[in-house]
Structures are given as C-alpha cells and as structure tokens.
C-alpha cells in the first residue's frame, strides 16, 4: 500500500520499540536528523527548549540519529540516547540511527524529502540538524536548514500550532 501520510510509517524508538507514527496525530511535528559530534550538536538544547515551552499546546519533536555525515553519529543506541540526556536534557522522542540520503534511507525521510525539498540544490539532505515541520494534519508544511537555530522556528510554530 503506498504511504499517503505521514501517520502511514512507522520507525523503531531508540530503545528498539516499532511504533505507528500516528500516535503523533493531532500534533504539531519536527522532524530532525540528529549527530552528537557535530557542530550544530547544541541545536539539541535549543530543540529541547521548543519542546518543553509548546509540548503542552501539542508540539513533539522527533530526532532521528544518523551517521551519514562526517560520522558524526559513531555511537549506539544507548550511547546517543546517554549523551543527549546528560548534555542536553532531551526528553523528547529518539529513534533508532537511520540514513536520511541514498537508497536505505529511511521511508520517513524520503517521504519527507519528496514533499519539501532543500531549495536550489534539490531534496537531498545536506547535513545533520535539517528539520521537518509537519501540520496537526499530518502534511509536511515547512523545511528548516541545518543552520535554522531552533529558536528561529519559534513564531512559525506559534503560527500552527
């Protein structure tokens, strides 16, 4: 069956859980491909920010490991989710390490990257820290750069929440 929606995948926690990503229905979603080496790695704390002001209004962010860019996701799944937590006070959902680009990338990032492309250089991801924003409907409605600080987000999320 083709996957219409966002809420038609599903992805592994990163506590190895296979879970419907439309439990996340009626929500405001980001979409994140993270790394723990990476320069961009404090946007963690700017992520985690967003999520604790707006969770309560319906916002939830989802990171999703990757390692396809300078191998700056060597760790395991208990490592990232260690490191995240003690630095950064993640506390919102992370998945297991996926690839974002190429032929395993994962179903939910290539639906995503066919929805909303990167601009003049096409849908590929660039690096770590691209960020998906997905309407309470489930349609993918906004793509931030790498660069994007989270808190830049903030008045677009405001708007659709």
């Not at 700056?72 to 998945?95: A, L």
Request: aromatic share 14%; with cysteine; proline share 4%.
């Amino acid at each position: 069956m083709e996957k219409t929606s966002f809420y038609d995948f599903e992805a592994n926690t990163i506590n190895g859980k296979n879970i419907g990503l439309d439990q996340f229905k009626d929500k405001t979603i980001i979409v994140v491909n993270t790394a723990s080496k990476c320069g961009l790695t404090p946007q963690y704390e700017g992520l985690e920010n967003l999520y604790q002001k707006y969770k309560d209004q319906g916002l939830v962010i989802l990171g999703f490991p990757c390692n396809q860019f300078a191998n700056q996701e060597k760790g395991t799944s208990e490592e990232i989710q260690e490191f995240c937590q003690v630095n950064y006070g993640v506390s919102f959902p992370m998945f297991e390490k996926i690839e974002v680009n190429g032929k395993n990338a994962h179903p939910v990032f290539k639906y995503l990257k066919s929805k909303l492309s990167g601009g003049i250089f096409g849908s590929k991801i660039k690096w770590n820290f691209t960020k998906f924003v997905i309407d309470k409907n489930g349609v993918p409605v906004k793509r931030f750069s790498p660069t994007t600080k989270p808190e830049k987000m903030e008045d677009y999320i405001k708007k659709i929440i």
